[in-house]
């Protein structure tokens, strides 16, 4: 799971560089950047996370009782009343771009960004409902131990962009006309990352045939899970909704920032949360009659997601500048003949980035405490903890974003940062629309987001410890990577200022090559188990020698 995951985001990755280097920022980048924001409200709400915690459970106990005729008449239920329900909302999306658009940017949107993202709306949602077809496919191979098929499926969506931006960027189209050519691309991955799971489908669930039968108990016991996920995960997709919405509020080029930010964000999580989240789900659900086996399971998963995000969010404060330049500017450069990345939109995504970071640790062992609660039938409990971490995020957000809103970035300077100490509101609507002015409201929004996951995190720790005999926490698991997640910060910070004129990729590898291997070093030395299974291989290379 952990290595189709990781192909995925970066084949993201790559799709990003491409971005950085035919689009950068401007009106085109912010038109694509609101336009994949609105249709993915649709697939996160119905996607992965909600039917896997919703549907895995049941259809694995299915699976484990020897069930499987009533266990594929019942992945057959969920798969044509989800196409009936997705092509519902894609048709209505579709019809009603423009308004829709209008309301959930507040018509804050400059006129040539809302005209630009309206026609993108249309086409990338037709493209998203195939995604959400996909989220199914992931969950019924999950359940039968197919993970890699499912998580690599992804690349086919990101390769389909990639294609598209390389023909049309080469060819020099005009920018907008490169973003209506990628939101096809969109269409085309779609469709490309369900086809590529159909072969694995066919050998696990033959037998699978859509249907819209929602009698039976098995069906009726999805939907009851369905419900208490659908608005936790709604929840979130609120608080997706409210980053649009603030980010519409202030300077354009905010989501185009957020855009290249969350991508690097997100990789690390996905790599070393999701993937032990999403693996031990049906694992912990096939356990709940055996509670010491599961806890065990979970304890561990712990474990490896703070090890992991505890340096990722080092790396990421420390040295995101080295790691966003060298990716967006030096290698986009090299791959696609040059970029449009400048310094002053390089120091603003690693600033949010760096913010961001800061909650990576938080979010990664949430998503696993989640799982934990859906393994035991529990799905009610995170949607109210969802919630309050919504209204947190919302209110910081809206506090700090039009603070830093008045800082401008210049270069590799940051002008008027005394201004984050004032209190205002948002910019008049006449100095939020210049292309070629940068400015630091997205970080803002980062801040709230970050501070947010820590609260959501203690919330789950204090249900989990209410809900579960002797439970695993998340906290303790953090706290043993403290101490070596300092010296790495320490090492990171001096080998940057050694390093400071060497070209940006060389710097990044030297500051992130010495500030891991203090990181693994320390925590060996504390006998921090996920340590030894890094340096293991390393021992037996040179014993070998």
């Not at 159909?198 to 369905?226: C, K, M, N, Q, T």
């Not at 270069?411 to 008049?428: A, K, Q, R, S, Y």
Request: proline letters at 5%.
């Amino acid at each position: 799971m952990a290595a189709g995951i990781f192909l995925s985001r970066v084949a993201g990755v790559i799709r990003e560089m491409a971005i950085a280097a035919f689009l950068g920022a401007g009106t085109a980048t912010e038109a694509l950047r609101a336009a994949m924001r609105i249709p993915n409200l649709l697939q996160n709400l119905l996607g992965e996370g909600t039917l896997s915690a919703s549907f895995i459970p049941v259809y694995a106990g299915l699976l484990k009782e020897g069930e499987e005729e009533r266990a594929n008449k019942l992945a057959g239920a969920v798969l044509g009343l989800l196409l009936a329900i997705t092509t519902a909302l894609v048709a209505l999306g579709v019809l009603v771009a423009r308004p829709l658009t209008w309301m959930l940017t507040a018509g804050q949107l400059p006129d040539d960004v809302f005209a630009a993202t309206v026609p993108l709306v249309r086409i990338v949602t037709i493209g998203l409902g195939f995604l959400v077809v996909s989220a199914w496919c992931l969950g019924v191979l999950n359940t039968h131990g197919r993970f890699f098929i499912s998580y690599v499926a992804p690349v086919a969506w990101n390769a389909a962009q990639i294609a598209v931006l390389i023909v049309v960027g080469l060819a020099g189209w005009a920018k907008l006309d490169i973003v209506d050519a990628l939101a096809w691309g969109v269409v085309a991955g779609g469709i490309l990352q369900v086809l590529v799971q159909v072969p694995a489908l066919r050998e696990v669930g033959g037998h699978i045939r859509p249907s819209l039968d929602h009698r039976s108990r098995e069906v009726r016991d999805v939907g009851r899970r369905f419900a208490p996920v659908l608005l936790s995960r709604g929840v979130i997709q609120l608080s997706a909704y409210v980053d649009l919405l603030l980010a519409a509020l202030l300077a354009q080029g905010a989501l185009t920032v957020l855009g290249f930010a969350q991508v690097l964000y997100l990789l690390p999580i996905s790599l070393f949360a999701m993937s032990v989240a999403a693996a031990e789900l049906p694992e912990m659900s096939r356990l709940t009659g055996d509670p010491s086996a599961m806890l065990a399971r979970a304890r561990r998963g712990f474990a490896q997601i703070a090890f992991f995000l505890g340096f990722v969010a080092v790396a990421y404060v420390a040295a995101g500048d080295l790691i966003v330049g060298t990716l967006y500017q030096s290698l986009a450069g090299t791959l696609f003949g040059s970029t449009e990345f400048t310094d002053e939109l390089r120091l603003s995504v690693w600033l949010v980035m760096g913010a961001l970071a800061l909650g990576v640790p938080a979010i990664g062992l949430s998503r696993l405490s989640q799982n934990t609660m859906y393994a035991t039938g529990n799905t009610r409990g995170p949607a109210r903890i969802a919630i309050i971490r919504v209204l947190v995020a919302a209110g910081l957000g809206l506090f700090f974003a039009f603070q830093f809103d008045r800082v401008l970035v210049e270069g590799t300077t940051l002008i008027d940062l005394g201004n984050v100490f004032g209190l205002h509101g948002p910019l008049p609507r006449s100095e939020r629309s210049a292309e070629d002015i940068f400015r630091l409201g997205a970080v803002g929004l980062a801040v709230g987001s970050a501070i947010a996951a820590w609260v959501e995190l203690v919330l789950l720790e204090r249900l989990i410890t209410r809900s579960l005999p002797t439970p695993p926490l998340a906290l303790p698991a953090l706290a043993a990577v403290i101490r070596p997640a300092a010296a790495a910060f320490l090492t990171a910070a001096v080998v940057k200022t050694i390093t400071e004129a060497t070209p940006t990729p060389i710097a990044m590898v030297l500051t992130i090559g010495l500030a891991g291997f203090v990181y693994v070093t320390l925590a060996f030395r504390l006998g921090i188990p996920e340590a030894d299974l890094i340096l293991r291989p390393v021992r037996r290379a040179i014993w070998r020698r």
